[in-house]
C-alpha cells in the first residue's frame, strides 16, 4: 500500500490507474472529495470509458453540476451505459443481510453492474461511497468486509476502484478497523487527489 499526505505531494493521473487498483481517499470536506471525484469519473467519460458511481444523494447532485459544467455528456454517458449510478443507501439493500455483507449477493450486484459497463471491451471505473455509509453506521467489521469483498472483484476483474471517507468520522477508538481498511487499498489519500 502507498499512503500519500496533502495532495500537493500526491500526483494521481487517473487514466494511467492500473485496472486492478484500489485507491482510497481521507478527505476533510466534500470538496476535496468532489474534486477528486470529478477528476476520476469525468476523466473515464471523456476517454470512452465506463464510471459507476455508488455514492450519496448529495454527493450525485454536486457531481451532476460539476461534470455538466466540464461539458460531460452525461445522457448521453448513460444511454450508452457508460455511466452508471446508484444511490449508497439503496445498494447496500441488494446485498447486506442482518448488517452484514452476503458474498453471494454482493458478487451477483457487482456482477451486473461490471457486465452492463464493460460492454464493448471498455475500460471501467467505479467509485463507491457504500463503506463510508457503513462505518457512518458505527458497522466497522461489516465496512472492512465489503473492502474485503471489492478487493476479490479487483484482483479478478479489470476495472479502477476509489473509495472515499470523510475523516470526521474516525476517532481513536476505531484505529485497528483503520489499519484494515487501509491496509486493503493500493493507494490511500489524505486530502486532495490531483
Not at 471489492?150 to 470526521?168: E, I, T
Request: aromatic letters at 10%; proline letters at 2%; one cysteine or more.
Amino acid at each position: 500500500m502507498h499512503v500519500a499526505a496533502e495532495t500537493s505531494e500526491a500526483t494521481i493521473f487517473w487514466g494511467d490507474i492500473a485496472p486492478s487498483q484500489h485507491v482510497a481517499q481521507f478527505y476533510a470536506d466534500d470538496t476535496m472529495l468532489l474534486d477528486t471525484l470529478t477528476g476520476f469519473v469525468g476523466g473515464g467519460l471523456t476517454a470512452g470509458e465506463s464510471a459507476i458511481v455508488i455514492a450519496t444523494p448529495e454527493h450525485f447532485r454536486a457531481l451532476k453540476q460539476r461534470l455538466q459544467s466540464a461539458n460531460v455528456d452525461l445522457t448521453r454517458a448513460m444511454f450508452e451505459d457508460r455511466y452508471i449510478a446508484l444511490e449508497a443507501d439503496v445498494a447496500l439493500t441488494s446485498f447486506m443481510v442482518d448488517d452484514w455483507p452476503d458474498e453471494q449477493l454482493f458478487s451477483s450486484f457487482v456482477t451486473g453492474l461490471l457486465h452492463r459497463a464493460s460492454a464493448h471491451n471498455r475500460r471501467v471505473r467505479v467509485f463507491g461511497e457504500m463503506v463510508a455509509v457503513l462505518w457512518a453506521r458505527g458497522l466497522e467489521a461489516a465496512t472492512v468486509r465489503l473492502e474485503d469483498l471489492w478487493n476479490q472483484f479487483c484482483k479478478d476483474d479489470s476495472f479502477s476502484l476509489f473509495c472515499a471517507y470523510p475523516k470526521a468520522g474516525f476517532t481513536e477508538d476505531s484505529s485497528r478497523s483503520l489499519d484494515a481498511i487501509c491496509i486493503a487499498h493500493s493507494t490511500v489519500f489524505h486530502g486532495r487527489v490531483i
